[in-house]
């Protein structure tokens, strides 16, 4: 808050019942009471009047400031003339009121960008970095690909990379939203902006400060102010044509009724009065405030929710969201295999897995990788020898003296082994010893733990039409599909074909409902910025992907798309709320005014109160809670 403002505007207030007070006390001429006015006057309108003398050098006249001078300051003069009644508290109350408003204005603004600038404390200042066996701090900029940083608990993580020394605990929860602090070790990928809350780990560097995570997200952030919704233009573009007709319509006002009383000197001040209050009411302040205002809060409440919006103009679409196409693997699904079921023959399961890992113990495929890590004590002291690569079919070796054989079912016809089907959906390993078939293991990519919810949630908001893209197999995605309850599936495809479908999807859409894809592979960029609004997984998600997107997830939920179309709905209805709020006020006090019924008072209600009440409205859109209840 604008503490020097909030002092002026305390100052002022003494003054002017000081003013107050001397009016009904000291019985004073006109022209001296104009300059007891003056001083409380000028002491808070200073800066309007000096804005709207710089508006009108630069050619933009007719703004909010302009017309408060206009009128306050005929509210000043109206008394000089004969027969009128002085106007001076009033001009200095309206000013003193205006005042206040931007100064609600301005701690709204404030609030909002706190919540989005949570996100400027995930800019790291520092890194340690390894040269030479010494320990150097630098600027993260001046960090290289292929480099070895040291991050420290409660230090910020400087860059990407991969940990390849010691663990810890990261808090995550400025990037994603979520409290949970994510435990991680060697192997594993970090990113820039994440919080180490405990051990001493060693990162090495995959990507430069420029291309970082942290980076991304900042300039994400920055310039998501730069594409206006089409309700932020529209008030835009009235604004700029309604102010000046409404000046002309109050020079109407003041100039043309007096022609036709008795005496046109006798009836300029009843008029002109009507006139300048007709000016404080028509100011567009509420409209002009309140609608971006609420768009930013609005996207300052996603921001803390871990969803970055690229520009309001995309709330404008997503409140209109009526089909959801998503990608399958590390969308819907984590990404990765795992073991998902083991069925064995005249085998235990243990035994079965046991043999499987210890054949691909040295793969680098990701199914081998699923084995070993479902197995994980590969040293138990068994033998393993002649391990040979049967491409495209799978591995042979001979375990404990026993020639084992693990592949696919073409790898078991060539050996004589009578493998069977399974009746689950997935990758099947096929394992035999010595020719006899002895089981198979199932491996799947996993499904996210609230791909389902994500979905309901989706169809609970009237989201008309899911819709998942896969290159997997016709049954896998089919299963993914149904067990999702995804209305619509196409599996086996190029990234080509993905293009295709998605423009057709475009073709029959209607302007009342708009088309969201949701991916996060590099493949997926195409169809991302082809689609009404790209919704990319920010977490684990490619650099193609997020800048291709309109909108990032940085925890990598789903669920989290039917939280960002809730948000956007909730904030479209805050700014219509606002919309409507002030120009009802606005059309019943003008039209009282024109009668010659409303005050002055009344004016500044209908001006700077509706401002204040719609910037108060506009802060909700910060409070994202009651979002929940609607994706529940």
């Given at each position: 808050m604008d503490k020097k403002k909030l002092l002026r505007i305390i100052l002022t207030a003494i003054l002017l019942v000081g003013a107050v007070v001397v009016e009904k006390t000291m019985g004073l001429e006109v022209w001296q009471l104009l300059l007891v006015y003056l001083v409380p006057f000028i002491l808070i309108g200073y800066d309007v009047i000096g804005e709207a003398v710089e508006g009108i050098m630069k050619g933009e006249i007719f703004d909010e400031d302009f017309l408060m001078c206009i009128a306050t300051i005929g509210a000043l003069l109206i008394g000089f003339l004969p027969g009128a009644e002085t106007e001076f508290p009033e001009a200095v109350f309206v000013m003193l009121f205006f005042q206040l408003g931007e100064l609600f204005e301005d701690y709204a603004e404030d609030n909002s960008r706190k919540s989005i600038s949570h996100l400027m404390d995930i800019r790291p200042d520092t890194a340690n970095v390894l040269r030479n066996g010494q320990l150097t701090v630098v600027k993260p900029e001046e960090v290289g690909i292929g480099e070895t940083i040291v991050v420290k608990p409660g230090e910020k993580m400087p860059l990407d990379g991969k940990v390849t020394e010691g663990t810890t605990s990261l808090n995550t929860v400025a990037l994603t939203g979520e409290s949970m602090p994510r435990p991680v070790a060697v192997g594993d990928d970090v990113v820039s902006g994440c919080v180490n809350l405990s051990g001493v780990i060693k990162v090495r560097v995959e990507k430069t400060y420029g291309e970082s995570t942290v980076s991304k997200i900042?300039?994400?952030?920055?310039?998501?102010?730069?594409?206006?919704?089409?309700?932020?233009?529209?008030?835009?573009?009235?604004?700029?044509?309604?102010?000046?007709?409404?000046?002309?319509?109050?020079?109407?006002?003041?100039?043309?009724?007096?022609?036709?009383?008795?005496?046109?000197?006798?009836?300029?001040?009843?008029?002109?009065?009507?006139?300048?209050?007709?000016?404080?009411?028509?100011c567009p302040c509420a409209l002009v405030i309140s609608v971006p205002l609420t768009f930013f809060a609005g996207i300052g409440g996603a921001s803390k929710r871990g969803i970055l919006i690229k520009g309001s103009n995309y709330m404008d679409t997503l409140a209109n969201t009526g089909t959801v196409v998503f990608d399958k693997t590390g969308t819907l699904t984590k990404g990765k295999f795992e073991v998902e079921a083991i069925h064995p023959n005249n085998f235990n399961e243990k035994e079965l897995l046991h043999l499987a890992a210890h054949v691909e113990r040295f793969s680098t495929h990701p199914i081998a990788m699923s084995l070993k890590t479902a197995f994980g004590n590969e040293d138990d002291g068994c033998s393993v020898t002649d391990v040979k690569e049967l491409a495209g079919n799978g591995v042979t070796a001979t375990v404990n003296g026993k020639t084992v054989h693990v592949g696919n079912s073409r790898l078991m016809d060539a050996i004589g082994a009578e493998w069977h089907q399974c009746h689950k959906a997935g990758t099947i390993v096929h394992v035999a010893v010595d020719g006899v078939y002895v089981g198979h293991i199932v491996v799947a990519d996993i499904i996210k733990e609230d791909s389902q919810e994500a979905i309901g949630s989706l169809k609970e908001l009237g989201v008309k039409k899911t819709v998942m893209l896969t290159g997997d197999r016709r049954e896998v995605g089919e299963l993914v599909a149904?067990?999702?309850?995804?209305?619509?599936?196409?599996?086996?495809?190029?990234?080509?074909?993905?293009?295709?479908?998605?423009?057709?999807?475009?073709?029959?859409?209607?302007?009342?409902?708009?088309?969201?894809?949701?991916?996060?592979?590099?493949?997926?960029?195409?169809?991302?910025?082809?689609?009404?609004?790209?919704?990319?997984?920010?977490?684990?998600?490619?650099?193609?992907?997020?800048?291709?997107?309109?909108?990032?997830?940085?925890?990598?939920?789903?669920?989290?798309?039917?939280?960002?179309?809730?948000?956007?709905?909730?904030?479209?209805?805050?700014?219509?709320q606002n919309v409507v709020f002030a120009i009802a006020v606005k059309l019943l006090v003008l039209f009282l005014a024109s009668l010659g019924i409303a005050t002055m008072w009344m004016a500044v209600f209908a001006d700077v109160g509706v401002t204040v009440i719609a910037v108060l409205n506009a802060m909700r859109a910060l409070n994202t809670k009651q979002v929940d209840k609607l994706t529940s």
């Open positions: 900042l300039d994400l952030v920055e310039n998501a102010g730069e594409n206006k919704s089409k309700s932020e233009t529209f008030i835009a573009k009235f604004a700029h044509v309604y102010t000046p007709i409404v000046v002309c319509i109050a020079l109407l006002l003041a100039f043309i009724p007096p022609f036709f009383g008795n005496s046109y000197m006798e009836a300029l001040p009843v008029w002109l009065n009507r006139a300048l209050t007709f000016l404080v009411v028509s149904q067990k999702l309850c995804i209305d619509e599936c196409h599996s086996e495809l190029l990234p080509a074909d993905k293009v295709s479908i998605m423009e057709n999807i475009l073709k029959a859409e209607t302007d009342k409902e708009k088309t969201v894809f949701v991916g996060d592979g590099i493949n997926d960029a195409p169809v991302l910025a082809l689609a009404d609004v790209g919704i990319a997984m920010g977490a684990l998600g490619s650099d193609a992907a997020i800048e291709a997107a309109d909108v990032v997830l940085m925890d990598d939920k789903p669920s989290k798309i039917a939280t960002a179309i809730a948000i956007a709905r909730r904030t479209i209805g805050i700014a219509m």
